[in-house]
């Protein structure tokens, strides 16, 4: 029997027989954190690192970011009777700027934690893993477009950003077009060493590698003449990714991957209104194989259709981040027989 397995089992047997996910009640418009610790707790691999940490060398613990997620993904997913297992956790981001009482923007929330963690963790060696996790490496380049040179300096990403289209747009779409590269000229010209002067150049990213996690955020809010208006158009996504769908200049030549197909498990969903909206989830369950929508303390069974319903275009519940894991199946799923 396999490992995976028997972990599965082991899981079932702390759960309801009628399965219920843990939902988290709303204090000081926490929707956002709510959300964001439903997809965490469906990144099982998030926990599993976080359970490997000997946590005893932490001094303050109410101001410990990885130490509070932690004790948190553990209560929900033991599901014990406790109302609130997210009250200290909140209390914890409170106190390192992620303050109660005020909206917040899901990515912004999602990259803070991510790098509190990182920072706040002693032991660096599961930090760097954490990390790892999500880490999107990219090769940033500058082509003198004079005299052909390049400078190359790799970089990062924990959450992709793509910009949306005001019309019609596809994951893939928007995909390729944060890899095109874009020419610089008139007053954008860079230096360039070799010429001694700035020169129009060609600026862009390639892919270096991409992460067991990879986070979509797609860039539903625009600045415009200092107003933030929310863009409720339509972008599709499928529940399987394959990156070699995409064009293949977004690929460093030192990209080495074979697996690039990436599979859906959950989608953060904004609702409303730019300055004032709600945040809510859909969720992949590791063991039932079947999706939930999670509204603060309610949770609920879901369709793929529903999940579907947040594509936008003709409502206002649109998908704002998606978590995918590496790999065409869903954990739990039977290995497709080959021939
Ligand atoms: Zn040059």
Redesign the pocket.
């Known amino acids: 029997m396999s490992e995976v397995f028997c972990r599965c089992l082991s899981t079932l047997r702390l759960w309801d027989p009628s399965f219920r996910m843990r939902g988290l009640p709303n204090y000081c418009l926490c929707c956002c954190v709510n959300t964001l610790l439903q997809t965490f707790s469906a990144t099982w691999e998030l926990g599993d690192l976080l359970d490997k940490w000997d946590e005893t060398g932490v001094r303050t613990d109410d101001r410990n970011v990885p130490l509070q997620l932690k004790k948190v993904l553990a209560d929900m997913r033991k599901d014990l009777a406790q109302p609130a297992p997210h009250h200290d956790f909140l209390r914890c981001l409170d106190r390192n700027s992620l303050r109660l009482n005020t909206q917040h923007d899901a990515d912004e929330v999602f990259l803070t934690i991510l790098n509190l963690t990182h920072q706040q963790m002693d032991n660096r060696s599961l930090a760097v893993e954490i990390q790892n996790l999500y880490k999107i490496s990219l090769e940033t380049q500058l082509q003198?477009l004079?005299?052909n040179?390049m400078q190359t300096r790799a970089s990062y990403l924990l959450s992709l950003p793509l910009h949306i289209k005001e019309d019609h747009n596809s994951l893939g779409g928007c995909m390729t077009s944060f890899f095109e590269h874009q020419e610089l000229t008139g007053i954008n010209c860079c230096f360039?060493e070799?010429?001694g002067k700035k020169?129009p150049s060609k600026q862009g990213v390639k892919l270096l590698s991409l992460p067991p996690i990879l986070c979509v955020h797609l860039k539903r809010f625009r600045n415009s003449n200092g107003y933030t208006r929310k863009l409720d158009c339509r972008v599709t996504f499928p529940e399987i990714f394959d990156f070699s769908e995409i064009a293949k200049e977004a690929f460093s030549t030192d990209f080495a991957q074979n697996d690039c197909k990436y599979t859906l498990h959950a989608v953060v969903v904004h609702s409303g209104y730019a300055m004032f909206g709600h945040y809510t989830a859909y969720v992949h369950h590791r063991v039932n194989q079947r999706w939930y929508y999670a509204n603060d303390s309610h949770v609920k069974q879901a369709s793929w259709k529903e999940v579907q319903s947040t594509y936008g275009g003709y409502r206002r519940d649109t998908a704002y981040m998606l978590m995918y894991r590496r790999g065409s199946k869903q954990e739990g799923q039977q290995p497709e027989l080959s021939g």
């Open positions: 003198c004079v005299c040179s360039c070799q010429c020169t």
